[in-house]
């Protein structure tokens, strides 16, 4: 007698055990097909926002896609704004950076001494007369001014 209750009660077990999968099993594919529902769902909603299918909606249907599009055009066109401005923003940033740096600039070319102001007039007046092109004098004005104490200079200047 006990071994038949002992076999009841594991076969009672095992069937539990069984049943338990087919339930998960059930409730994956009620999962699944209520996923795949939402999916067909979505892309027909998009389809019609594309302007595409839309033979079947009614006149208020129609109504509240335009409403949809309107809304999210609206959205669409203050991103964009807010884009341009922030570029906008960061243009004016730089350009007042960029003036700034032009002021130092000018102000470190008015600080040269004025000889040497006076080299580079000297050193244009030779260019009208020897005819040497500017970026020849250009490297022999950089040479000279490197090397201002070399007597080794291969720098000469035609006076007229």
């Keep these: 007698m006990n071994e038949i209750i002992d076999k009841y009660s594991t076969h009672s077990k095992n069937l539990g055990k069984a049943e338990q999968p087919s ?7 009620s999962k699944y097909a209520n996923l795949n529902e939402q999916l067909a769902e979505a892309s027909l909603r998009l389809r019609q926002m594309r302007g595409e299918e839309l033979e079947g909606l009614s006149v208020e ?11 999210g055009l609206h959205r669409v066109l203050q991103t964009k704004d807010q884009q341009f401005l922030e570029q906008i923003n960061e243009l004016q940033r730089k350009s007042s950076q960029l003036a700034e740096e032009n002021m130092q600039l ?3 070319v008015s600080q040269i001494p004025p000889a040497g102001k006076q080299t580079v007039a000297d050193t244009e007046n030779v260019i009208a007369e020897d ?3 500017s970026e020849s004098v ?12 070399d007597d080794g200079s291969d720098v000469s200047l035609k006076l007229g």
Aim: net charge negative; hydrophobic share 30%; aromatic share 0%.
């Design 23 to 29: 339930l998960d099993l059930n409730l994956e594919h």
């Design 61 to 71: 249907e129609l109504q509240q896609l335009e409403k949809n599009l309107e809304a």
């Design 106 to 108: 000018r102000n470190q």
């Design 131 to 133: 005819g040497q092109s």
């Design 138 to 149: 250009m490297t022999a004005l950089n040479s000279g001014s490197s090397q201002d104490n």
